[in-house]
């Protein structure tokens, strides 16, 4: 165990009441190991208020402001990409616990907790750094968070009609999707938006980024991987004459006019990683690639 009283700070989402055991392993890892726990506030009331629980914490806290060795996620991989917009450039390791679904990001599932957690305390585990993007747009700023871990979107907004996206690479003119949307993703985004769109996955330690149209008008129209220190730059237009700017599901109307700037973020997220995972086992078994469906 190490010698050095560590500090994790906790986010979380509503659950059912069959995934409390989660949370209760958690707590009584970090409690055992005399660790100091911090909880964001709103997952702190719902744990006492709605759940019951007697949770022992040295504190609570809003939005990105904890000071601590570890960040812990608890849900799917949208708590686990809330939580990384929250550390921001802290640069703090993050350990996803998946309560949600697949879960590519939080990895450590209910059953492996005590494990998990009895490693991560004696130093047992590795980091592994994912490249960030980051979206400004010309005039008008955003309003939201303009960091993404997975992906940046332009999208046509409710029914309208498909929006144009003129698209540059470093000033050179690409092409002009015409489409419901086209998305920029990073390689820890690969397999998320852009799998389910037709695009390509990228290993999380490629320095690449993937531009993906949804649905384009074009069957022409393909996926393309440029170097993820390549400037992208769009230019929407819409019949409505307004779209929508979802950095990692956070969406925000724009009007059209302003040109949006993409390219990567100063800082990365660091991930903490058990030291007995490895990347492509851990696709074949969520993609269940080479199993026998007959």
């Given at each position: 165990?190490?010698?050095?009283?560590?500090?994790?700070?906790?986010?979380?989402?509503?659950?059912?009441?069959?995934?409390?055991?989660?949370?209760?392993?958690?707590?009584?890892?970090?409690?055992?190991?005399?660790?100091?726990?911090?909880?964001?506030?709103?997952?702190?009331?719902?744990?006492?208020?709605?759940?019951?629980?007697?949770?022992?914490?040295?504190?609570?806290?809003?939005?990105?402001?904890?000071?601590?060795?570890?960040?812990?996620?608890?849900?799917?991989?949208?708590?686990?990409?809330?939580?990384?917009?929250q550390v921001g450039s802290k640069g703090t390791p993050i350990i996803?616990?998946?309560?949600?679904?697949?879960?590519?990001?939080?990895?450590?599932?209910?059953?492996?907790?005590?494990?998990?957690?009895?490693?991560?305390?004696?130093?047992?585990?590795?980091?592994?750094?994912?490249?960030?993007?980051?979206?400004?747009?010309?005039?008008?700023?955003?309003?939201?968070?303009?960091?993404?871990?997975?992906?940046?979107?332009?999208?046509?907004?409710?029914?309208?009609?498909?929006?144009?996206?003129?698209?540059?690479?470093?000033?050179?003119?690409?092409?002009?999707?015409?489409?419901?949307?086209?998305?920029?993703?990073?390689?820890?985004?690969?397999?998320?938006?852009?799998?389910?769109?037709?695009?390509?996955?990228?290993?999380?330690?490629?320095?690449?980024?993937?531009?993906?149209?949804?649905?384009?008008?074009?069957?022409?129209?393909?996926?393309?991987?440029?170097?993820?220190?390549?400037?992208?730059?769009?230019?929407?237009?819409?019949?409505?004459?307004?779209?929508?700017?979802?950095?990692?599901?956070?969406?925000?109307?724009?009007?059209?006019?302003?040109?949006?700037?993409?390219?990567?973020?100063?800082?990365?997220?660091?991930?903490?990683?058990?030291?007995?995972?490895?990347?492509?086992?851990?696709?074949?078994?969520?993609?269940?690639?080479?199993?026998?469906?007959?």
């Amino acid at each position: 165990m190490s010698q050095r009283k560590l500090r994790f700070a906790l986010f979380g989402k509503k659950f059912q009441e069959n995934k409390l055991l989660a949370i209760r392993k958690i707590l009584d890892c970090l409690s055992f190991s005399q660790a100091d726990i911090y909880i964001e506030r709103d997952f702190y009331h719902y744990l006492c208020s709605t759940l019951h629980l007697n949770v022992p914490v040295q504190g609570v806290f809003e939005r990105g402001y904890f000071d601590v060795d570890f960040v812990v996620s608890v849900g799917g991989d949208g708590t686990f990409l809330r939580a990384a917009s929250q550390v921001g450039s802290k640069g703090t390791p993050i350990i996803g616990v998946n309560t949600g679904r697949l879960g590519f990001l939080a990895d450590v599932l209910p059953g492996e907790i005590e494990t998990a957690f009895s490693e991560i305390l004696c130093g047992n585990y590795s980091i592994e750094n994912h490249s960030v993007i980051q979206v400004t747009a010309e005039g008008d700023p955003l309003t939201g968070n303009p960091y993404a871990l997975n992906d940046i979107a332009v999208l046509k907004r409710d029914n309208a009609s498909m929006i144009s996206v003129r698209t540059c690479v470093n000033g050179e003119y690409l092409v002009t999707y015409q489409a419901d949307g086209l998305l920029i993703s990073t390689p820890t985004g690969s397999t998320a938006y852009n799998l389910s769109n037709g695009g390509p996955i990228i290993v999380p330690n490629a320095h690449n980024l993937c531009i993906t149209p949804v649905a384009p008008h074009s069957l022409n129209i393909r996926p393309i991987v440029v170097n993820d220190d390549c400037v992208v730059t769009l230019e929407v237009e819409s019949r409505s004459r307004n779209f929508l700017v979802a950095v990692d599901g956070r969406s925000e109307k724009r009007l059209q006019g302003s040109a949006l700037t993409i390219r990567k973020a100063p800082f990365d997220v660091r991930i903490v990683k058990r030291s007995n995972q490895r990347y492509f086992s851990t696709l074949r078994e969520k993609m269940m690639w080479g199993a026998d469906q007959r």
